[in-house]
């Protein structure tokens, strides 16, 4: 598993600067994503870590422009997709970037496609979206999308609905209609979740094979460390709305410099050795309407001092390219 | 060392948060729809203290009185010695004339009531019979309220009960409780209504009957829904590892998850009883004269509203529809709030 | 009656508690609407046979649709098994007095998969927890409560949560109440489904932790369902690895991660996620999927996908081998 290769160049596609997306909810506002900023370069996989609730999935949202608005908006930063700032730009501008440039693959296969139209059908939609070209053409497009994702008799399966495929082919069906526009971006949400774990290694593998021919841009979201020691060259770990530590995969494995970072690898069972007890992080994140003036991991955190308590940590260096925000490391 | 992994503590909400919620909870309350059924409850309970007059008989020389905002009509009429009915609107007898002015002679014209001014002592006026409408209306609403509850309370316990049978054991017994479902369907209930009417005569007890039969299947149906989604809960699952016993299950774990609904589909059903009970009554074999129900009422009027005299119908026409509309209203809130996937939508 | 007190912990460790033997689940599939005839049956579970020993785990691991749900399903008397016995103590479970099936029921509890479906969200923690023993037991209320306060401080709650509803509670708590739950009759087997996989990362280690506590202080067996083979490593005592219904290799845990042996078995590792991103792991891509139970290849259930398939293996089904002290499997190339 090479995963550091010459690939990757140092070309920027999508940069976040400083993002924050609210929501304002019946407790008070919400700070889903606050102030978070990280790079992805061309050909390489980025991994988003964190539990249910750390914003991991608001993030996905904004960079897609998909947040709900109203309860949800997106208060301030940018994020630059292709030199462009999508932000400020309009709703049908962004329904073009969407599929083209940026594309979405998540979790339920099932909901993700429509169970009434072919799976044939529904990659050719995707394409014809973005793509002003005939229609023959529309449909051997489809197929040649479909052979890529490695769906076997791709000819006789595009005839197929939904209901019709196991779990693994529609999340391939699912995959096939995110990277059918050669999108530059894709962001995968646990795409892996609901698939058996020898399903889960073809897709993965498929995933790979797919970013080395095309020099994709991926961002894994997830919350298993496992998919990012597999996939992902660099990791940001999030933490109540906030990046705590953002690295490459294996400065993070090997330092890892966060508290929290440190006591999620050690909570996690190995399967290469045996362990005689897990370190187990106690308490349970703060609710995101009500985080406390410092740094929002202080109460679980085993190393907190005076100063965790009072403000939020500055993002320190540990080495080059990779940060931490912890009092610990000034 | 598990012990202190505790320290997790529920904190209440704050004061604000809850003056909020309860702010919330008043701006959506259905206040004009749960008034005017609290009126309705009120007239059925105490129809006795509050009813100005007997329901049930009335002076014939005080009918047809109108409600006590109508002016009367007066018109200038012929004064004849005798006169044919198709005259009656231009001509009047000399001795009814002479009861109001003893000097009249043939031939004079004089002005007459057509029909009388509306008094205070009648409200909303009285019917053919001389029957005050107003407490009749009241009264009605004493047998619309008595009918709804025996109906909800016999039909909605055997539809519930047809509800948890077939959504727990399936297989035959769904199958057979849902084709009774089917089968009520395509049975014209009214048609049979009147005919037992015909046959056995009118009575309470024949529309409650008929009435049980329409709304059980509304029942069943909801339940047995309900009870296939919460069968498969694993709480269900656990009762059975711990060796509950079949009606320990469903009247602990499954029932009790099934009451929301129930209150929801109760509330819709009193509204379509109470339109059955009216329609029946409405066509003769409902409750039995002269016991004043609002459909026998609206019955009672038709044939007088081509000659102006609207009210006998009209009251208890509006009395049904509000009843019905605020239930409807009152019921579809009582989705909303009840409804655990509507309410986090929120 | 059953005791009022708690049974006495006399079992060792190690010792033999449940015995399944042969056990065969076959699912009828019928056609037609009023005169049904069975057309086939659905095999989720094909003639396996296992031990489980007080104060040891047993982890039951295998792809979806391998049958470690209804194996579950047969241990929890959710089920019927079609054939095979389960043998509790010597007695067979099946064939015996309702009395000794009821002493079964109340010795082998679970917890499940999904905290926000075990709980019935309308009963107050305190009557959640003591279901069992308002069922089981004939002992007071007052009895009853102060049992439960014992099991809410074991499971790392306090009494002021027994008032509480479920929705008041996380995840985590949530699974820590279905523990508490499963715990009340003293029970000597608790089938645990996936108990884990449905928490956040940070809140599994801590119901891991606990669950082997409690294994340690009650002596108690647990048959761990999982699909994660680094949750097995760190639970259990043995494995189990299930394929299409039948067990393919059974093996104390440490045997089986340094010496996998079935080609399905080494798959699965494979397959399963590294713990770092240096860790070295075979590069076994099994193709296709696992055929339907309705219609299962002949042979050796495994040799359509299998990397090292023969010639015999399509024709003749394995026979299981002991390949060393307790660690046995089928396959033709032992």
């Excluded at chain 2, 009367?72 to 109001?100: C, F, H, P, W, Y």
């Excluded at chain 3, 009022?4 to 042969?22: H, Y």
Aim: charged residues 20%.
């Amino acid at each position: 598993m090479v995963t550091t290769d010459t690939r990757i160049n140092t070309e920027t596609v999508l940069s976040v600067e400083d993002l924050r997306t609210y929501f304002t909810t019946r407790w008070g506002v919400v700070k889903a994503v606050d102030g978070i900023s990280f790079d992805l370069r061309r050909g390489e996989t980025l991994g988003i870590v964190g539990e249910s609730g750390c914003g991991k999935s608001v993030t996905m949202l904004s960079l897609m422009r998909l947040i709900p608005i109203p309860p949800g908006r997106i208060v301030s930063g940018k994020i630059i997709l292709d030199g462009e700032d999508i932000i400020p730009i309009s709703e049908q501008e962004m329904a073009r970037i969407r599929g083209s440039k940026i594309a979405l693959i998540i979790q339920d296969p099932m909901t993700s496609l429509n169970p009434v139209f072919s799976i044939g059908n529904q990659v050719e939609e995707a394409i014809r979206i973005h793509q002003d070209i005939p229609r023959r053409s529309v449909t051997e497009k489809a197929l040649e999308v479909l052979r890529k994702v490695n769906i076997p008799a791709a000819e006789q399966r595009a005839k197929d609905y939904p209901h019709q495929m196991s779990g693994g082919m529609r999340q391939r069906v699912v995959g096939a209609i995110g990277i059918s526009c050669q999108p530059q971006v894709l962001i995968a949400d646990e795409p892996t979740t609901s698939l058996d774990v020898t399903i889960q290694a073809q897709y993965l593998k498929l995933l790979k094979d797919i970013q080395r021919e095309s020099n994709l841009s991926i961002i894994f979201i997830t919350h298993d460390f496992g998919i990012v020691a597999k996939m992902c060259d660099r990791v940001a770990v999030m933490y109540a709305g906030r990046i705590v530590e953002h690295g490459s995969v294996r400065d993070i494995f090997n330092n890892p410099s966060h508290p929290y970072t440190e006591a999620l690898l050690a909570s996690v069972p190995k399967m290469d050795r045996d362990v005689d007890r897990l370190y187990s992080i106690e308490g349970q994140p703060p609710p995101l309407h009500d985080l406390p003036v410092g740094c929002a991991f202080a109460d679980r955190c085993p190393d907190v001092m005076d100063k965790c308590r009072e403000q939020y940590p500055d993002s320190l260096a540990v080495s080059d390219g990779h940060i931490a925000s912890c009092w610990k490391l000034e | 060392m598990a012990a202190d992994l505790s320290g997790i503590v529920i904190a209440p909400p704050t004061r604000r948060a809850k003056a909020a919620g309860v702010y919330r909870k008043i701006k959506r309350w259905p206040v004009i729809p749960m008034f005017l059924l609290g009126l309705v409850v009120f007239a059925g309970l105490f129809a006795p203290l509050i009813a100005p007059h007997d329901p049930e008989s009335g002076e014939l020389r005080e009918r047809n009185i109108p409600p006590a905002w109508s002016n009367g009509e007066r018109a200038v009429k012929t004064v004849v010695e005798r006169m044919t009915i198709n005259e009656r609107t231009t001509s009047v007898t000399l001795s009814d004339a002479q009861k109001i002015d003893p000097n009249i002679q043939l031939g004079d014209r004089i002005e007459v009531f057509v029909r009388p001014a509306g008094s205070t002592k009648f409200l909303l006026g009285t019917d053919h019979l001389g029957r005050d409408v107003l407490s009749r209306v009241i009264y009605g609403a004493r047998i619309s309220i008595l009918v709804s509850v025996v109906t909800l309370a016999v039909g909605g316990t055997i539809g519930v009960t047809m509800g948890l049978m077939a959504g727990w054991y399936g297989g035959f017994v769904d199958e057979f409780l849902m084709r009774l479902v089917d089968i009520k369907l395509a049975i014209p209930l009214i048609l049979i209504a009147l005919v037992l009417v015909i046959t056995l005569g009118q009575s309470l007890w024949i529309i409650v009957t008929v009435l049980c039969l329409f709304i059980w299947p509304r029942f069943a149906r909801q339940v047995r829904g309900e009870v296939l989604q919460l069968k498969h809960m694993d709480y269900v699952s656990l009762a059975k590892v711990s060796g509950a016993s079949t009606p320990r299950i469903l009247f602990i774990h499954i029932f009790p998850g099934t009451i929301n609904t129930l209150i929801v589909v109760a509330t819709l059903q009193v509204g379509i009883v109470i339109l059955l009970e009216s329609t029946l009554s409405f066509l003769g074999a409902g409750v039995p004269p002269p016991t004043p129900a609002w459909g026998s009422m609206v019955a009672d009027g038709r044939d007088k509203l081509a000659g102006g005299v609207w009210w006998i119908s009209t009251f208890p026409g509006i009395a049904i529809m509000l009843t019905v509309m605020s239930l409807n209203l009152f019921g579809d809130w009582l989705r909303d709030t009840l409804d655990p996937r509507l309410r986090q939508l929120e | 009656m059953t005791t009022t007190e708690s049974p006495a912990q006399t079992t060792e460790p190690g010792q033999v508690l449940l015995e399944a033997k042969n056990l065969k689940k076959y699912f009828p599939v019928t056609k037609g609407l009023l005169i049904s005839r069975v057309t086939g049956h659905i095999k989720a579970v094909d003639d396996i046979s296992f031990e489980l020993r007080a104060g040891e785990t047993l982890g039951v691991v295998g792809e979806s649709g391998c049958g470690k749900s209804t194996t579950a399903k047969m241990m929890l008397m959710l089920e019927e098994p079609t054939d095979g016995s389960i043998l509790f103590e010597g007695q067979d479970v099946h064939h015996t007095s309702a009395e000794v099936r009821k002493a079964y029921r109340s010795s082998v509890q679970a917890v499940f998969q999904d905290p926000w479906s075990s709980l019935n969200p309308r009963m107050r923690v305190k009557d959640i927890i003591a279901e069992p023993m308002v069922i089981n037991w004939s002992i007071s209320r007052s009895e009853q409560q102060a049992r439960v306060m014992k099991l809410l401080n074991d499971v790392g709650l306090n009494e002021y949560h027994s008032n509480l509803f479920p929705h008041e509670f996380s995840g985590g708590q949530r699974q820590r109440l279905a523990i508490a739950r499963a715990l009340a009759l003293n029970p000597r087997v608790i089938v645990l489904d996936e108990p884990v996989s449905a928490l956040d990362v940070s809140i599994r280690a801590q119901i891991m932790n606990l669950l082997k506590d409690l294994q340690k202080e009650y002596n108690v067996a647990y048959m761990l369902i999982a699909h994660d083979l680094a949750t097995v490593r760190y639970m259990c005592t043995w494995v189990a690895v299930m394929y299409l219904g039948q067990i393919v290799e059974l093996s104390p845990v440490k045997e089986l991660f340094i010496n996998p042996s079935h080609p399905y078995t080494k798959a699965l590792m494979s397959a399963a996620l590294p713990s770092h991103p240096d860790m070295e792991q075979e590069e076994i891509i099994l193709q296709g999927e696992v055929p339907s139970p309705l219609n299962p290849p002949s042979g050796c259930y495994f040799h359509p996908r299998c990397p090292a398939a023969m010639d015999r293996c399509s024709v003749e089904k394995p026979i299981t081998k002991e390949i060393s002290p307790g660690h046995s499997l089928s396959c033709h190339l032992f």
